[in-house]
């Protein structure tokens, strides 16, 4: 149903109320209309989706444009789109809300189902659609992402990484990429030992009598632990253990080891492993733990790319991995994270918003109609914010990547030149960066889908709301592919070595402009004269940008102060250590710093007809980070007197101001992330807004899978949900004879 | 083991660097006496518990005199623990954590199980040890505590409060407080009514020709949701619905409605209900939806102390329940979820901060011993802020029951007195408060829980470590009985109602102190000198307090403005609507300087041992909120000169100083909270530090659960965990016939 809008808004006017009279209109006028009809008429279209299509009619800019921009180009953004139905057609996808009823067991092998088809399909396919293929599995099931992802970017990126050519040839030849006969895992953390890896504990001893290694788990702390893939489904592992050759201790080296024999599954000789069992989400890979008994594998299994081992046990360090690659390869894994945590917002607040959009609660008098959710100024504080974010994190992951790969090719085309030695310093600047940004957008993004869960009230702690399990399957991303403190203080360590360098260097990266000008920068005064200034763009960059410099001079001075002999001779470490609450603190800000002005520069580079909307939510992130969210980064614009108390009350009146206008186009907005209703996976985002009906339509069905569960394995499976709609007896009902009964029939003490 | 120390701090030196290195010599001499041992050995004793007791010899204070003054004395706290010990060993209390491993439907009956030998207990015992039990209970097991809490507090608590004498009477001789033949749930929420309780749809048409009540589910929004213990537990409910007579909509009345039949369970006709299915957590709680198709109810079902109706549907409103009651059992409920809020984040650091005392990751240097996470600086500021905060929210908790209960006495006592006028303003501030406690205690320990589980790495993602559990099951209580931001701006909404009316005001309530000295309180400067004044806890209240009245104040400037001509003449409803925002800020930062200054006033009132540690949690907490966490509470004070920016570096400096000093208490502190390993239910949390062998024991006894589960159903159960320590051939693989073989067999492509 399309709708002509019954009065366009001035501009500048207030939007968002123009919108909430006509949605109250047409509502009502519709409500009327069906009280008229048979009471089933009344209760089926009770909450249909015209709140939404009025919304829709009053989107201030052209919503897929915004669409092609965020996704690199009209093309691409089909191309994504195509994706996605091709995946929501495929059989092995289908109903994967199901995963919410299923038991665990059923979880996992529909991981293993999905598996089956997907690795043709990825052999036939450009790199850059793969990504983009990883990026929708990422959201459409974390769980066989991450099966996956085990083994083709960590086992098999190990392997290209670590193994010299003959090593990769041979591997590849005998099926590894295909999933022939292989399937992957990546065996590093221990129960003892996860960020620090060269701590790790597991031995490859060399014997040169046999030519083989043992590899050997010495303790209880040296049990690999967490690894993905192992309990059930991994055959090979790349195995993480310590060299150890004529008595010497040659650090840590990957190893290629078999762990069951395809043919029958059964554990090679040696090898024990055991299910790691419940845990909090991605409930369908199935992480194990591995024990080595003093295990036999050939010379070779050592991947010898950078450090060989010859007959006679001689250990020999060959051409270290060029520093850009590595460099490249981290990036790339960081960022990769996150996007996925830009993905995630976007979920939940497109679930979000769209539900505000339609749930209605309190009226303000007897006879009007209740006041929508997305209508209330402190629904719009809480929900504006987070769509800030979600972009912000989008358009920072976005351009990163575009970044380190422009870097990369340059230093590739012309190793030698200028450029190059910008480029390598840009990389490095990227790689401090990607560390703090891994960290900082997981962070944000585990904030951003709790408070979109509980704005949703009592429906967000349903399972089939979605966020529940998004929240769980998300947050592992905090502690994973690098524990996101030690991310941040390796952001915060980089930050400090190019302060203490700024002087040394022939140019900072522009991502560290700021320290390059520090006492410009810490000598800046806010030219903003009234609330609306806080509205450019470049006027915030630059408050951050001082904000940051003083943060990390901060820092930078406390570490000089406890290197020096007054402040106690410390060692760098210790005194790096002894600053950390200073390095996160610099390292926060500069993570923020880092999203405002990728974001900034991504309005600049906008086709005008999305600027302004996407200016106003620059703004209002910026703003927030500023004034509302922890750390208290506007005390320091005040204490340095970044700002005056009076125009830090003006950006106050600006970051308020913002919220009903980036409201009015609050749901086109969410819309431009195109995220179909088949990844929300959520009744509460339907597209259509028919949250209601499709919510209770999910719950009954939910029950009657349960009870059919439950009746398949004969009254003993799952049967949570076993009463249903049903008129139950207590025949059928689970544990009325064993528990009700005789609660209800005992006789009373006297 | 009992240690001497080696060396006895001076005060004032770092105690906590002594005590790291007093735990290293100590630790590396017992492994050095291992290492002559054979292997199995050194295995088996790796993580011993000797950290923890060196930690607990260097013991500031009198641990146990903590606790007993944490739990109101002496008696009181060991009473306590003779609770805790009795549920322990409740058989059907034991091992509580299987939840992890067992499918849902078996959680749910243990609830039920739970439910037998209670009731008698507690109908025989003290109401105030009855809600030490609930405490406890709430802890040992939340969906247990959840169903029982549906019975007594709501269920029966609702027709005890609105019952006339008669109905109670009648209704308890049946067996409805017995649980006999009866089993009760609490039916207020509709598919579209939660917070707005008078907008709720489900109807009760008095029908004189019959004396009934026609009760009836109009619409598919009208249908009750979420109810607890409908789904498969209850027989009877208090049900919602509005009460219609004569064409006359009399608003919503409570009705005590039949359900089930006791004897078989059957559903009474027109009564349909299903299961809420799949939720974040809770899951041994069963929540049900339930409609009624014209259901008839006899006249006497309506609950009619406030409001009866007559033989002729004629409706009557009798005296209204007294204030100070109602009052008076709000308060009790929104601290009753302040308590359980101090008692999840006693959880949640006692496991964080005993885990930190063990693991170690990362040394400075190769030879060094690695380092104990909670001697990293960055650790300690991560943590000791949780820990500050479990204590704040404890004793204002505790308080607030106190104060109400004292203001309920004396208007008993001496109902007409000044005092009693004074003592009737003290509740009304504290039901102000205690809305905004609800929330910011229950929004605190979400985020104290989600921040101590991110803390332990890898680890706690696993379900055995507890706090992923922890989380989900109490992140409910910000949405349920009265929804966090509902609550949050209803505290708002107080604060400056007692705002406009504070000069007409005889006196405003202590906790309000700061509205009637508003001039004063905004014309604060603060005196302190140096940063060792930021522990004064009188100068920290006072500098909360005028944050708080300049809060109070802006919002109330803007609400008077929105009523003025100039600002729209709104009408007060829409005032506050758009104020809201402020509001809630004013809100947030009242409700964090009430929990500081009844921190302040339980130090002052402390022995005199204990008072140097809770002195320094206590500044903590606030300076903690004031400089770090969300709202920038110390940019309000540099903005209105409260604070000069000389002062806040101050505070910073001192801010920085306790986090070491607070550490060399850590695990004393958190011993002081007596939890026992059963209710911690974590590995990592253990009393003795044993934590691997504890957390890899459970992990394999995990496996071996639910091989025996799958077993038992025949396969089709739930096989999450099949794989075990055993070593799997293809036969016994839950999925390798179905998806690995197939997939390792397949023929290429060519
Ligand atoms: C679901 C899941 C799947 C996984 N899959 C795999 C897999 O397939 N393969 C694999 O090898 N691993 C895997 N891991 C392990 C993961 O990589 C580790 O958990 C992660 O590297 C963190 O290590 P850790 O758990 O040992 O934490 P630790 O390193 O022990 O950290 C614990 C805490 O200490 C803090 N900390 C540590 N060092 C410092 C420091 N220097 N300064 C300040 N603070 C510090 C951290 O911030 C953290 O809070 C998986 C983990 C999970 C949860
Ligand atoms: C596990 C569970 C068990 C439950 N058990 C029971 C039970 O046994 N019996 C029972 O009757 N109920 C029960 N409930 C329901 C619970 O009481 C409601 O969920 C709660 O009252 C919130 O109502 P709602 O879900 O309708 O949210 P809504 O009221 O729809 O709120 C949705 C969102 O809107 C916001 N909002 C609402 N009004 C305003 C406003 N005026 N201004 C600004 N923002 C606003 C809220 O902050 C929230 O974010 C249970 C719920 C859960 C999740």
Redesign the pocket.
């Known amino acids: 149903m399309t709708l002509t809008p019954v009065k366009r808004p001035e501009p500048k006017q207030l939007r968002a109320h123009v919108i909430q009279e006509t949605v109250d209109t047409v509502v009502s006028a519709e409500a009327a209309r069906l009280a008229e009809g048979p009471e089933w008429l009344t209760q089926s279209q009770e909450n249909h989706g015209l709140p939404l299509s009025v919304e829709r009619s009053f989107a201030s800019f052209p919503v897929w444009e915004l669409t092609h921009y965020l996704f690199g180009g009209r093309e691409r953004a089909e191309h994504r789109e195509r994706l996605m139905s091709d995946i929501e057609r495929d059989p092995s996808f289908m109903m994967l809300d199901l995963k919410h009823d299923l038991p665990m067991g059923s979880v996992r092998e529909a991981t293993l189902r999905r598996a089956r088809n997907f690795t043709e399909t990825i052999l036939e396919e450009h790199e850059s659609v793969t990504r983009m293929r990883f990026d929708v599995l990422a959201m459409v099931d974390p769980s066989f992402m991450t099966r996956v992802g085990v083994h083709y970017a960590l086992f098999w990126g190990t392997i290209r990484g670590q193994g010299t050519t003959e090593q990769i040839v041979d591997l590849a030849s005998q099926g590894m990429l295909l999933l022939k006969d292989f399937f992957g895992c990546f065996a590093m953390t221990e129960l003892g030992h996860g960020s620090n890896v060269a701590g790790l504990q597991t031995t490859a001893t060399f014997m040169p009598e046999s030519d083989e290694f043992e590899l050997h788990t010495p303790s209880l702390l040296a049990t690999k632990w967490w690894i993905g893939g192992a309990a059930e489904s991994a055959t090979h592992a790349v195995v993480f253990a310590r060299l150890l050759s004529n008595g010497t201790d040659y650090g840590v080296r990957p190893f290629v080891v078999q762990l069951r024999h395809p043919q029958d599954f059964a554990l090679c000789f040696g090898v024990t492993i055991g299910d790691c069992g419940a845990k909090m989400g991605r409930h369908g890979i199935d992480n194990g733990w591995i024990q080595f008994n003093r295990v036999r594998i050939p010379r070779r299994a050592m991947l010898a790319r950078h450090v060989s081992i010859n007959r006679a046990g001689v250990v020999r360090e060959r051409a270290r991995g060029s520093r850009q690659l590595a460099y490249g390869a981290l990036i790339t894994a960081r960022v990769q994270i996150a996007v996925d945590a830009s993905n995630a917002c976007k979920r939940a607040i497109t679930i979000a918003v769209r539900y ?1 959009a339609v ?1 209605r ?2 009226s303000p008098h007897p006879e009007a109609p209740e ?1 929508r ?1 997305l209508d ?1 100024p ?2 719009q504080a ?1 929900l504006m914010p987070l769509l800030a974010d979600a972009f912000a994190i989008h358009f920072a992951a976005e351009r990163t990547q575009l970044q380190q790969q422009a870097c990369s090719e340059l230093l590739e085309a012309v190793p030698e030149s200028p450029l190059a030695v910008r480029a390598l310093a840009d990389l490095k600047a990227l790689h401090g960066t990607a560390s703090g940004l891994k960290a900082h957008s997981t962070w944000l993004a585990q904030r951003v889908i709790e408070e979109c869960r ?9 399972s089939y709301a979605g966020l529940a399990s998004l929240q769980a399957d998300f947050v592992v991303q905090c502690t994973w592919d690098g524990d996101n403190t030690v991310m941040a203080l390796q952001c915060g360590r980089y930050l400090v070595a190019c302060w203490r360098d700024r002087t040394g260097r022939a140019g900072l990266s522009s991502n560290l402009a700021y320290l390059a000008t520090l006492e410009q920068a810490l000598a800046y005064r806010s030219p903003a004269r009234r609330a609306a200034d806080f509205q450019r763009l470049d006027l915030l960059v630059q408050l951050y940008s001082s904000v940051c410099a003083h943060l990390v001079d901060t820092a930078g001075v406390k570490i000089e102060q406890y290197l020096s002999p007054a402040g106690g001779n410390m060692s760098p470490d210790e005194a790096y250590r002894e600053a950390a609450p200073e390095l996160l603190r610099a390292a926060r800000a500069h993570c923020l710093g880092y999203m405002l002005r990728q974001f900034a520069e991504a309005v600049t580079a906008a086709p005008a007809s999305l600027r302004p909307p996407l200016e106003k939510l620059c703004a209002l992130f910026g703003l927030h980070h500023l004034i509302e969210s922890a750390g208290a980064l506007c005390a320091i614009a005040l204490e340095k007197s970044f700002l005056s108390p009076e125009q830090l009350r003006d950006a106050r009146d600006c970051y308020r101001a913002l919220m009903p206008e980036i409201r009015a186009d609050a749901v086109p907005l969410v819309d431009s992330f195109a995220l179909p209703d088949f990844i929300l996976a959520s009744p509460f985002g339907r597209y259509d807004g028919d949250v209601y009906r499709a919510y209770f339509d999910r719950v009954k069905f939910g029950s009657t899978l349960s009870n059919e569960a439950a009746r398949a394995a004969g009254g003993s499976g799952d049967r949570r949900a076993t009463s249903g709609p049903v008129r139950l007896t207590g025949q059928e009902h689970p544990y009325f004879e064993s528990q009700l009964k005789p609660l209800f029939r005992r006789t009373l003490p006297e």
């Open positions: 505000a749930r609660q309190f006041t959710l209330y402190s629904h809480r509980q704005s949703l009230g009592g429906h967000g702690y349903s």
